[in-house]
């Protein structure tokens, strides 16, 4: 699975979008990008996942550039219960090739009044 | 809809010691999987499980071991516990290990080794 690249922090104030950033340079064609949040104690959670085109959900928008080597998760209205530590992550889809992930340090996003 | 459930929550154990931890997926899940989460290393992906088969494996000792029961209950001991094995321990269940899905995480079990 291709390697990802987060900034370790980010602030938003809350009711403004946040914008969290990931870099994948080495991605492959048939690498999905997966979005999870863990808030602090409690197991991650899924977010999004797209492979080329944009997508979005009741959480959040995934943006994914042409060329797939970065994408940015866009959560549309912060709120204060957004706080957490944002992995994304990089996978190949295979067909039986199982639930492996692989979770790089995340962006840890504090969203403040 | 109840969510994974993992036994027990917190537990203490000392050096040498073995342990056993429980995972209850969501119902109608047949995908078990199971992380490791520390300060240092961050989550760790240590094996998963589907229809009481081991499907895949991470790059952890022989001291940690797993199996998953014919109603997808699943569980992983450790033995010969060190220090470093001091974690939070978290089970996924999804749908299947086919095309790509959500995984659905517990709350996980936090282990300290003492």
């Known amino acids: 699975d291709a390697k990802t690249t987060q900034p370790p922090s980010m602030d938003c104030a809350e009711g403004r979008a946040a914008n969290l950033p990931c870099n994948h340079s080495t991605i492959s064609g048939n690498e999905y990008v997966y979005w999870y949040r863990q808030i602090h104690s409690q197991g991650p959670q899924y977010i999004i996942h797209g492979l080329k085109n944009n997508e979005t959900n009741e959480m959040a928008s995934l943006i994914i550039t042409e060329d797939r080597k970065s994408s940015t998760l866009i959560l549309p209205h912060a709120t204060l219960r957004d706080t957490a530590v944002y992995y994304c992550?990089?996978?190949?889809?295979?067909?039986?090739?199982?639930?492996?992930?692989?979770f790089g340090t995340g962006t840890q996003l504090k969203v403040e009044l | 809809k109840a969510g994974v459930t993992q036994t027990p929550r917190y537990l203490i154990k000392t050096r040498g010691q073995q342990v056993t931890l429980s995972c209850s997926p969501i119902?109608?899940?047949?995908?078990v999987s199971w992380y490791q989460q520390t300060p240092g290393q961050g989550l760790q992906f240590l094996f998963e499980y589907f229809s009481e088969t081991q499907r895949n494996k991470g790059n952890f000792p022989g001291r940690f071991s797993g199996r998953q029961f014919s109603n997808s209950r699943s569980e992983m001991n450790v033995s010969t516990l060190e220090l470093g094995d001091s974690a939070l321990y978290l089970c996924?269940?999804?749908?299947?290990?086919?095309?790509?899905?959500?995984?659905?995480f517990g709350e996980g079990s936090r282990l300290t080794v003492l």
């Open positions: 992550i990089v996978r190949v889809k295979i067909t039986g090739g199982g639930n492996k992930l692989t």
């Open positions: 996924a269940s999804s749908l299947g290990t086919g095309a790509f899905r959500e995984l659905f």
């Open positions: 119902s109608g899940h047949r995908s």
